[in-house]
């Protein structure tokens, strides 16, 4: 069984910076793919970050240049690294976790940008 536990979340202006982070429990992380997701209300579900077990990365296009995710295999972390916010950044945000076993996720940490 995977669990994933979200923090980081919060409040910030347009143009701040937030860094979140998800623990993961179980055996499997080094070799599972780790995700960001995000859903705005009214709106489905997007990726906005992927990590390999070998750290090769995937990002969203309206992401990419300010959004890092990254991985610490040691610690079972993930983090997704956020500059330059915007208010249509605004959502909640998932952690996910996929392996041979299947696919796990967390309940999310809630980002608000704006002034």
């Known amino acids: 069984q995977v669990q994933l536990v979200e923090s980081g979340g919060g409040l910030v202006q347009p143009g701040g910076s937030l860094r979140l982070s998800c623990a993961a429990s179980?055996?499997?992380?080094?070799?599972?793919?780790m995700g960001w997701y995000r859903q705005a209300p009214g709106k489905e579900r997007e990726l906005v970050a992927a990590?390999?077990?070998?750290?090769?990365?995937n990002y969203a296009d309206s992401v990419k240049g300010r959004f890092t995710i990254s991985r610490d295999n040691a610690e079972k972390m993930v983090y997704l690294q956020m500059n330059s916010l915007k208010p249509e950044d605004t959502a909640v945000y998932y952690c996910?976790?996929?392996?041979?076993?299947?696919?796990?996720w967390g309940h999310g940490t809630q980002v608000t940008v704006s002034s």
């Open positions: 179980g055996s499997v992380f080094s070799t599972s793919l």
């Open positions: 996910k976790s996929s392996n041979y076993r299947g696919h796990y």
């Open positions: 990590i390999t077990s070998g750290q090769s990365t």
